[in-house]
């Protein structure tokens, strides 16, 4: 699907960002880093209590530049390959070049490698020596590190985080191998290449770093290092690929956003460790002041997670596990509140205690309780997996949650309505303020949701649930028709970000299309400009749903201000400023295009979808849609969409998948590895047996 020939997976510059923020990234679920930067991070191992804790800094032996001396008229690159997951810098002279590359290994989570290749033309004999710079020291400000005995060529260091997360918690222990990096690279007069790999393994007991050591050393004797991550790498973007037939810049954009993300998530399989979630700023980020200190928000469950879930359910239900495993630390928070049921935090580390270092977002944007259910409402309307709920611990975390809410209504008099009061919407200009329309349809959800799964599961439900989801107050104005975001909303009220267009989606709260364009008008004039990258997508997602696509487009393209060069990170807000490689943004971006061009909703019964594409877009691709156990692909033009099974699941039981168009409801059976085409109109699909409503 090209535009021109330039590879739109492939990042290359002659020179690095004068800002090093804005480097490319280097991680794994396990493991990040930014390249050349003198720290490391480890999911789930933080530093400092409470609002102080923060992503252990962990001094990194890959921090390494590689430089040729006394060699005129070198050419020099800098690419970050999007589909093998590696940095490369190329030195290149006119009869001799040397390459450096740089990963974090995506299916050993433990291993992060380097590699130095030095080649030279068949006419040169002289030997060419490479110099590394290696300032790297086995120091931290987070870790009590001691020296022990070198294991396999490779030093070692250990030690525990100084500052438990909460009185009496655990103070993670960090263990790290690394092969010791010389000054110097010779190759000598009669060889023509050489490479040399160095290897660094870190894990939370000493026993797992030695065996990622081991296994990565005798993968480097098989010359197979690199090449595994590699066809790791492969594998994923085998199972989930989205690309158009359009601008080359709107098809970089979509290949760094999925590359940033899949970087974060668990490989498939078994990945040996506990996964403790995706913060706005990923693994490279998240030392003591930056970027939220690596701290988990409603970033991951709202604005990164519905793409997960849509290519790798298994990777979006260890998010989901990261959330029940903090259940403890939710309860907690609640009941410090005052409150029933568990209350989870606005910024979450390794308990689920509230880490936010300012007191009145952890008191009062309470809305990312609902955030927290609706991701576990979406995986269990795509997959059905009822042993997350029924044996792993989720429908513990649904009880507590609908019990929370209920606990934090109280019941009007005048308006004979629930209300939820003193609270901070996503907008975060207001605070205080009572009946969020957002956090008061979120909470209703949540209800209605833990209801639903009480029935499926027979499980009895409690009135209270019905009766405040049925009686909450959700604020509408119907003289103006549209949503005001609060009780005494004034029109033209400035907004710092997407707030009550979320309604629409991800909320899919019933409301005519009128009403949806009211509140789209409405705030977008007064949202601000320069907020956080993931605002637009959701107005261009709106405009999709009402098929104004080419306004749908100008907000898109507003989140371009956002994108960095050359390697495509995003900063939070356009002037520079917030978190960086801000991956909320990327994932708002990834939704506009997987749930807004496509027009795909989750629902109780369904996938729907209803394409709406711009003028200056063709055709697009979406391949390893999951639902049900089945990976599909769509190739969606103006005229026709193409759905193919390319993958079912091994289960005689399962039920076939159909398609259906919402106007005739004429049904086209999906069959492994035959592709249907139907004309570009509503419709969804569903299991071949299902009655859908």
């Known amino acids: 699907m090209a535009d021109g020939k330039e590879d739109p997976t492939v990042f290359t510059s002659t020179s690095l960002p004068s800002d090093p923020r804005l480097l490319a990234t280097v991680t794994n679920a396990y493991l990040g880093t930014r390249v050349y930067r003198d720290i490391l991070h480890i999911n789930g191992v933080y530093n400092g209590a409470v609002g102080d804790t923060h992503r252990a800094d962990i001094p990194s032996p890959v921090n390494v530049r590689m430089m040729v001396p006394g060699t005129d008229s070198l050419a020099e690159t800098f690419t970050l390959n999007t589909r093998t997951g590696t940095f490369s810098h190329v030195l290149q002279a006119t009869d001799c070049a040397a390459t450096h590359q740089i990963y974090a290994h995506h299916s050993l989570v433990h291993l992060m490698a380097f590699s130095i290749t030095i080649w030279r033309s068949a006419h040169a004999t002289q030997p ?6 290696t300032p790297f020291v086995p120091k931290s400000q987070d870790l009590d590190l001691n020296q022990g005995p070198d294991f396999q060529g490779a030093h070692y260091v250990y030690g525990k985080t100084l500052v438990p997360e909460v009185e009496g918690g655990p103070c993670p222990t960090v263990h790290m191998l690394w092969t010791p990096v010389p000054q110097t690279l010779t190759l000598r007069g009669e060889e023509r290449q050489r490479s040399w790999e160095f290897l660094t393994a870190v894990a939370e007991s000493e026993e797992e770093a030695k065996r990622s050591y081991s296994e990565g050393l005798a993968l480097i004797a098989a010359g197979s290092l690199h090449s595994s991550h590699v066809h790791a790498w492969t594998m994923l973007w085998r199972g989930c690929c989205i690309d158009l037939d359009g601008p080359l810049p709107l098809r970089q954009a979509l290949y760094g956003c999925l590359y940033y993300l899949l970087s974060a998530i668990p490989p498939r399989g078994n ?30 469950d709202t604005w990164m997670f519905p793409n997960i879930l849509l290519f790798y359910p298994e ?76 044996e792993d611990g989720g429908w513990k975390l649904v009880d507590a949650v609908a019990q929370y809410w209920c606990s934090r209504m109280v019941w009007s008099e005048e308006e004979q309505c629930y ?4 609270v901070m919407p996503p907008d975060e200009y207001h ?19 833990a209801a639903d799964i009480a029935r499926d599961f027979l499980i009895p439900v409690p009135e209270e649930w019905v009766d405040c989801a049925k009686k909450i107050k959700v604020p509408f104005d119907a003289e103006k028709k549209y949503h005001p975001e609060y009780d005494g909303y004034s029109p033209g009220e400035p907004v710092k970000q997407a707030d009550v267009v979320l309604l629409g989606f991800p909320l899919m709260y019933p409301m005519s299309s009128e009403v949806r364009r009211n509140d789209l008008e409405m705030y977008e004039p007064v949202t601000e400009l320069d907020g956080p990258a993931m605002t637009w997508s959701m107005f261009a997602v709106g405009w999709l749903e009402l098929k104004e696509v080419q306004r749908a487009q100008s907000q898109l393209n507003k989140c371009f201000s956002n994108i ?10 356009s002037d520079g400023s917030g978190a960086v490689n801000f991956l909320t943004g990327m994932g708002g971006f990834l939704q506009a295009v997987l749930f807004g061009y496509t027009g795909f909703r989750i629902t109780r019964s369904s996938l729907r979808f209803n394409p709406a594409l711009p003028n200056d877009i063709n055709k697009l691709k979406v391949t390893g849609v999951s639902y049900f156990g089945n990976k599909l692909k769509f190739a969606i033009t103006k005229e026709e969409i193409k759905i193919k099974v390319i993958e079912s699941r091994q289960d005689p039981l399962a039920s076939p998948l159909e398609a259906v168009l919402e106007e005739s409801r004429q049904r086209f059976p999906l069959c492994e590895g035959q592709s249907i085409s139907i004309p570009t109109v509503a419709g969804w699909i569903q299991r071949s047996s299902a009655e859908t409503f």
């Not at 979630?277 to 690596?294: A, F, K, M, R």
């Open 419 to 422: 209300h939820i009061k003193g």
């Open 431 to 449: 605070y205080r303020v009572d009946n969020s329309v957002y956090t008061n349809a979120v909470a209703q959800r949540s209800l209605n949701f």
């Open 128 to 133: 060419i020596t490479v110099q590394l710079q």
């Open 315 to 390: 990777a979006a239900r260890a998010i989901l596990e990261y959330r029940i495993r903090t259940l403890e630390g939710a309860l907690r928070n609640a009941q410090e509140q005052g409150y029933k049921g568990a209350k989870f935090p606005w910024e979450s580390a390794a308990t689920g205690r509230e880490v936010c270092p300012e007191e009145i977002y952890g008191a009062q944007e309470i809305h990312v309780t609902g955030d927290v259910l609706m991701a576990f409402e979406q995986y269990y309307c795509t997959t059905q997996d009822q042993k997350l709920f029924r």
């Open 271 to 300: 990945p040996g460790f506990l996964f403790h979630g995706i913060s706005p700023g990923g693994l490279s980020n998240g030392t003591q002041g930056e970027d939220y200190w690596g701290h988990v928000f409603w970033d991951q």
């Open 564 to 573: 960095t060069e050359p390697f495509k990170i995003w900063v939070e807000n």
